[in-house]
């Protein structure tokens, strides 16, 4: 059996649609399988609506968080319920073809235990997104050791798969790359990036900023490296003024001011302050981790546990 995990956040308008076009496309290829929603704390009438998509559907399963958790929380809890024997997740939204579903699992059935959704297109973007977004990959890429530049959350997972990355206990986990790295045999399929059919994107740059920050430092601890950089630099601009301030005294033309005093004091102030903050940064991490909260909580289903 196949379980289609489908996170949603304030996609009241999407449910419906999202369940009747993968149903029909899952149907017609006669794959069994599950639909499993995921309630992400919204704040629309999007749980109502999962509801009634599981009283006309015995297929459709509904599970609704206490509050917002996120979207890695709402992965985490889809595979968590699955039934299936291998898993597959698709956003709300559609802008993920379902009909590639079907492709995914046929592969899947060839003995391949990861097939990755890659992006042939990234869709319609501002140019600054485009560039954000290939900065985060770059990073990410570095990071992993492997090539994560048209990365998606769009992919099929095989039991064993799940079952590794439901072990992992690690509070921010980020899906996306995490399922790459705990390796398996695996293949890719290309798709284009669609447009949304209803509602709007859920996305704010803030959300975006946040959502990188917190990956990149739950994936690598290369920010670290930028304190040690930033005190080589101080301290060759330091150097470059102690040899410059010598030299001036011995020749005789030393001048009195503070204008370099000033610039090295703001330069290292700056460097001491920024790297405070990445080390701070990253304690806090350490410090969710060691709390051991849960990375979501259950509010109620549309079914019995």
Not at 170 to 184: D, H, M, P, T
Request: include cysteine.
């Amino acid at each position: 059996m196949l379980s289609v995990v489908i996170p949603a956040y304030n996609e009241e308008e999407m449910i419906p649609k999202t369940s009747q076009t993968i149903e029909k496309i899952l149907k017609e290829a006669g794959i069994e399988h599950e639909l499993l929603f995921i309630n992400d704390g919204s704040k629309d009438n999007t749980w109502t609506v999962i509801e009634d998509e599981a009283r006309k559907n015995p297929l459709v399963k509904g599970v609704c968080f206490s509050r917002n958790f996120g979207k890695e929380s709402a992965i985490f809890a889809g595979l968590y319920e699955s039934k299936g024997d291998c898993a597959v997740v698709i956003d709300c939204d559609l802008q993920h073809p379902p009909e590639k579903i079907v492709e995914m699992y046929r592969l899947w059935e060839q003995g391949y235990e990861i097939v990755e959704g890659v992006k042939a297109s990234r869709g319609k973007e501002s140019g600054l997104h485009r560039f954000a977004a290939k900065s985060f990959y770059n990073i990410m890429t570095d990071a992993v050791g492997f090539d994560m530049s048209r990365a998606s959350d769009f992919k099929l997972l095989d039991r064993k798969a799940v079952n590794v990355l439901l072990n992992m206990n690690e509070k921010n986990a980020f899906f996306r790359a995490l399922s790459s790295w705990i390796g398996f045999k695996s293949t890719e399929v290309e798709y284009d990036v669609r447009e949304r059919e209803a509602g709007t994107s859920k996305w704010s740059t803030r959300a975006l900023i946040k959502y990188a920050v917190t990956n990149i430092s739950s994936f690598t601890s290369a920010p670290l490296q930028i304190v040690t950089l930033l005190g080589v630099l101080v301290f060759g601009l330091g150097l470059y003024s102690i040899i410059e301030a010598l030299v001036r005294y011995f020749m005789g033309t030393a001048k009195e001011g503070f204008t370099t005093v000033i610039i090295l004091q703001c330069l290292t102030s700056s460097a001491i302050m920024l790297g405070l903050g990445i080390i701070g940064f990253y304690i806090s991490k350490i410090y969710e981790e060691v709390k051991g909260r849960p990375k979501f909580i259950i509010d109620r289903t549309t079914y019995e546990k």
